[in-house]
């Protein structure tokens, strides 16, 4: 059966090492299904979450191993989905020409914690927030109106730890952001 | 800029008002670091660093080949000799996709090396400039560590990074690939170099946890049939001493990996030989037999290991190995120590009891005397009139007392040659084993016989694989320094042609080779040599090889259809040893 990993990696902030790090699951013949990289909380630290599907946990735990290899990577995290609070975003753009159906906003702001994000002259953005699960249902909710355009981001997390992640990474002087 | 301004030897300099072109920047650094010999091929975009160099000829001695990618081979058998980075110094485009091979054979055999090679100018990156090529992005998976510089005030750090990365941990290949602007602008700060002694992304660990050498010890201690397989890792932390010290102690018989020949004396009596494909009967079968398996710096590659699924399945694993990405790889072990062949060793001796272990020994003498009856003999004492592979290395290992460097290309020859010659001094292979790169032997030789000229350095090659890097006999002769060379000529590529007959129907399929008169081509570089063909003579035409104090070739013909045993089928089951 088919388990979600996130995998957090904190990395020094190099150029190429997205290419490095892809590198690794190119050879392994494993598809990322989302990634997302940012700075975190130390400066001149880059967190990557990336999130991958696989039914052994094995080799998961030994892609994670190939990752901390890499010379530039400070620390590596593999999570399940339990052990993470994890979010995405996705983003709509529904067209609204005259004579259509209005859309019912009262619903999406209510019921489906969405909200409108621009009016535009003949098509609205909506914004919504929540797992891949609860966006794919308001996917499908939205889906009586002509949606022109779809996008969504890539998974962020944060671990259930008691101490942030950063906390793991190796001592240094590290200016905070 | 005069020699005096920059002639300084100190470990750490900072000389105010010398502020030094990015190419002057880099020969410094290498002189800081230490570095005595670059080999190295100029072009285009690395001149102005070759016009630096000859400023600094007097303390960096460089050495021109004939193909870059003799120049890395010749810098991993440097490295390999010395236990320290050797340096390659190549132009942009071809210069560097002609390193790739060497990059990629020196990061599957944990071999250090720094290449330093030009790129276009700055502005031009990315518009396909003349010989510009994404060399960082061709050599990522093959190093350890990569990085462009654009800017000549970071030459200083990201060299001393480059080496500190190259040889610490796991050894490896590291690539610094500088711009033609960065080796021209003048430094914006002083130059001041430091060696690198640690990074905060990356800390190898040399120690290991005392609770898993514990663990390990504990194992060790109860074990009835323990088995001990050193590889490379041993060589590269220098721990043959503390290896036999081990094995002493605790009785317990040890095989070498093909990377790890050497680390023990051939003729101990605790060496069992070594297991892999081409391996020792007993020391591939008894692996299925011991109860205890003790890895140390070794990496179960598949031409050891065989079918995982059956591999030693029986035995509770031990591995010491100082890439923690390694442990679990292939074999999972039950008693992981991170760290480096000596420390952990050192660690483990007072924990470990005294033992003699002689029964178990002594089934390992049971399938040394089958092989030896089934193949031992007939390679080394047949009737035939034709030379045997394995007579010739055995007699070059008599004859040097098994005291020389010996360095192997790949194939046949390569598993002949490390089935007779009996190693009796350390760190004394240097071949191709993870990448089986067919070409190395001739530059790697060549590179071992700069690192220790001292001591005799003996190619043995086929007469393939001596085609593909054979320029190099230029290098040689323009250097003068006496590398020994023997090509063993089958007239085929010998090892393609054994699988052919024995998995593919005989079907030899493009295994065949016209070959050129190797002797006359050695003499077109100024090399002296001979051919042997009549067994008679085999014994003196070595001995006249030896005595040679110049580079010389002595081709010996061998067998055309000799196969290699034993043999391990790929993918088989180590006890499934074919000995004919």
């Not at chain 2, 005096?4 to 100190?10: E, G, H, K, N, R």
């Not at chain 2, 996709?97 to 250090?112: G, K, Y």
């Not at chain 2, 430091?194 to 010890?217: D, L, Q």
Request: glycine share 8%; aromatic share 8%.
């Amino acid at each position: 059966m088919l388990t979600t990993y996130t995998i957090s990696v904190f990395t020094t902030n190099t150029i190429g090492l997205l290419n490095r790090i892809t590198i690794i699951f190119t050879r392994r013949r494993l598809n990322i299904e989302c990634l997302t990289v940012s700075e975190t909380e130390r400066k001149g630290v880059s967190r990557f979450t990336i999130v991958i599907r696989n039914d052994n946990r094995e080799s998961v735990e030994k892609l994670v191993r190939q990752i901390r290899k890499i010379t530039d990577v400070l620390a590596v995290f593999g999570y399940l989905d339990d052990e993470i609070v994890f979010n995405e975003i996705a983003l709509f753009k529904i067209a609204t020409p005259l004579g259509a159906e209005p859309l019912d906003v009262k619903t999406i702001n209510l019921d489906w914690n969405a909200k409108v994000v621009h009016w535009g002259l003949d098509y609205v953005v909506v914004e919504k927030n929540g797992s891949e699960e609860e966006i794919n249902e308001f996917y499908a909710y939205l889906k009586q109106w002509d949606i022109l355009e779809y996008i969504k981001s890539g998974r962020v997390a944060v671990g259930k730890t008691e101490k942030g992640l950063v906390e793991y990474l190796p001592e240094g002087n590290w200016e905070i952001v | 800029m005069g020699k005096t301004q920059v002639a300084t030897t100190q470990p750490t300099s900072t000389q105010p008002s010398n502020f030094k072109t990015g190419a002057q920047a880099v020969m410094q650094s290498l002189v800081e670091q230490g570095v005595s010999t670059i080999f190295g091929y100029p072009g285009g975009a690395i001149m102005p660093t070759y016009d630096a160099l000859f400023d600094y000829r007097d303390q960096l001695k460089h050495i021109l080949v004939r193909h870059e990618q003799g120049a890395g081979h010749a810098a991993q058998g440097y490295a390999r000799m010395l236990n320290k980075a050797g340096v390659c110094l190549v132009t942009s485009g071809p210069g560097a996709t002609n390193l790739i091979t060497p990059i990629a054979d020196a990061m599957l055999d944990s071999t250090p090396i720094v290449c330093i090679v030009g790129q276009v100018r700055a502005n031009l990156l990315g518009t396909d400039a003349f010989q510009e090529c994404d060399v960082i992005g061709m050599s990522m998976p093959i190093t350890k560590w990569n990085y462009q510089i654009v800017d000549a005030n970071e030459i200083p750090e990201v060299m001393a990074k480059a080496f500190y990365i190259a040889e610490s941990g796991r050894p490896g290949p590291v690539l610094i690939e500088i711009t033609r602007s960065a080796q021209v602008e003048v430094m914006s700060v002083p130059f001041s170099y430091k060696k690198c002694e640690s990074i905060i992304s990356y800390k190898p660990r040399i120690e290991p946890k005392e609770e898993h050498v514990e663990a390990a010890a504990k194992l060790i201690n109860s074990a009835k049939r323990p088995y001990i397989l050193a590889g490379h890792g041993v060589l590269i932390a220098q721990a043959e001493n503390e290896l036999k010290e081990f094995v002493e102690k605790t009785g317990i018989p040890v095989a070498t990996t093909l990377l790890g020949m050497s680390a023990m004396d051939a003729d101990h009596p605790l060496y069992v030989g070594w297991p892999g494909m081409h391996g020792n009967y007993g020391a591939n079968v008894l692996t299925n037999s011991c109860d205890v398996l003790i890895a140390i710096g070794m990496r179960f590659d598949d031409r050891i290991t065989g079918d995982l699924s059956t591999y030693a399945k029986q035995a509770k694993v031990i591995h010491i190995e100082v890439d923690p990405s390694e442990i679990d790889k292939n074999v999972k072990a039950d008693a992981p120590v991170v760290g480096d062949a000596k420390a952990a060793l050192k660690a483990l001796l007072p924990l470990v009891k005294k033992a003699d272990h002689h029964e178990w020994r002594a089934e390992f003498k049971k399938y040394d005397d089958e092989e030896y009856e089934k193949i031992t003999k007939k390679d080394l004492f047949h009737e035939g009139n034709q030379i045997k592979m394995g007579e010739a290395v055995a007699i070059l290992s008599d004859k040097t007392k098994g005291e020389a460097v010996i360095v192997t290309d790949v194939g046949q020859h390569q598993m002949i040659t490390n089935r007779y010659y009996r190693f009796k001094k350390h760190n004394s292979i240097v071949t191709s084993g993870g990448a089986g790169t067919m070409g190395f032997a001739l530059p790697a030789a060549f590179g071992a016989k700069v690192g220790v000229p001292d001591r005799e350095v003996i190619a043995i090659i086929g007469d393939g694989g001596f085609q593909m890097t054979l320029q190099e006999l230029g290098t040689i002769a323009q250097s003068g320094l006496p590398v020994k060379i023997i090509i063993l000529n089958n007239n085929f590529l010998g090892m393609v042609r054994q699988w052919q007959s024995m998995f593919f129907d005989n079907r030899y399929s493009f295994v065949e080779l016209q070959n050129p008169d190797f002797i006359t081509i050695a003499k077109g570089f100024g090399i002296e040599g001979h051919t042997v063909s009549d067994r008679s003579q085999l014994s003196d035409s070595i001995d006249t090889l030896l005595n040679s104090d110049k580079p010389y070739l002595l081709e010996i013909i061998c067998e055309k259809e000799e196969n290699v045993f034993p043999m391990v089928p790929a993918g088989a089951c180590v006890t499934k040893v074919m000995l004919e």
